[in-house]
């Protein structure tokens, strides 16, 4: 029974992989081994180097993750499914990006009642795959407008319209080239900007020794030429802010740090650390 009470007419296919099943069993059960030959760790030591003149942090934090898993996504190019965590983060961030967009066009809008406007957000920005069965991802969609109702009602006591959204750069280190991308930059009272880097998850990151927060800040001072006294990670499950800074050792090392992991991935030999 597939719809109603209507009795549909069995499939042809069934009757045929019955009788094919009995005619080939077997009498005696044989096991069979099949051996599906990796290559040699030897053989992938000695492929051509890698030229790596261009790479995004993305890359970087694949790469620290594990090589392996870089070489299958980055360079063999293996489409992979989103997992329902990132399409959340997703849809987090970009209702929050064309929430203040339409900020940003009509600043006088902070004084109006915007909490249905940012529901239709989330509504068309909501991603529905990677999640294992429709009631996940509904609690998942009911605890998504949850957080927003929160940020909303934290946010909009004191409205901050950002100076940027999505902020691309493409920033220059030695023969790499970094490319990246910041969701906000607010200008503060002083002059000087915050970035604000949204976080989803639990609070896990040390915002002082964060790599990325110290790629933004790189890209601040080199491209967008603005001075930068805040870098904060926005965890906005618990609305909670933690900020930290860079001084101009601290992105000397940055660039350092890049540098060396774009030579670990050029001579790299892509060995799985699971």
């Not at 009602?153 to 902020?167: Q, T």
């Not at 750069?169 to 915050?194: A, N, P």
């Not at 001084?247 to 350092?256: A, G, S």
């Amino acid at each position: 029974f597939y719809d109603g009470k209507k009795q549909w007419k069995p499939s042809v296919f069934i009757g045929e992989s019955e009788k094919n099943a009995i005619l080939n069993r077997p009498k005696k059960q044989i096991k069979r081994k099949t051996e599906f030959p990796l290559p040699d760790i030897a053989l992938r030591k000695h492929q051509p180097l890698l030229n790596i003149n261009k790479v995004s942090y993305s890359q970087l934090d694949t790469f620290k993750t594990c090589p392996f898993k870089y070489q299958l996504r980055y360079l063999f190019q293996i489409p992979a499914p989103s997992p329902a965590v990132l399409n959340f983060g997703s849809t987090i961030h970009n209702t929050l990006r064309d929430f203040y967009l339409e900020l940003q066009r009509n600043p006088d809008s902070v004084h109006k009642n915007l909490l249905p406007f940012l529901e239709e957000t989330y509504e068309k920005n909501w991603i529905p795959y990677g999640y294992e069965t429709l009631a996940m991802q509904k609690d998942q969609k009911k605890r998504g407008w949850k957080l927003l109702e929160k940020f909303y009602a934290h946010e909009m006591k004191n409205p901050v319209v950002p100076a940027f959204l999505e902020r691309q750069f493409t920033l220059k280190i030695g023969s790499i080239t970094l490319t990246g991308r910041i969701d906000r930059i607010d200008k503060l009272k002083d002059g000087t900007y915050e970035v604000i880097d949204y976080k989803t998850g639990s609070n896990t990151r040390d915002p002082g020794r964060d790599l990325q927060l110290s790629v933004y800040a790189l890209a601040c001072k080199e491209v967008f030429k603005i001075p930068v006294s805040k870098l904060t990670l926005y965890f906005l499950d618990g609305l909670e802010k933690i900020s930290s800074e860079r001084t101009q050792k601290d992105l000397e090392k940055c660039e350092e740090e890049i540098l060396k992991y774009a030579s670990e991935i050029s001579g790299s030999d892509f060995s799985p650390t699971p």
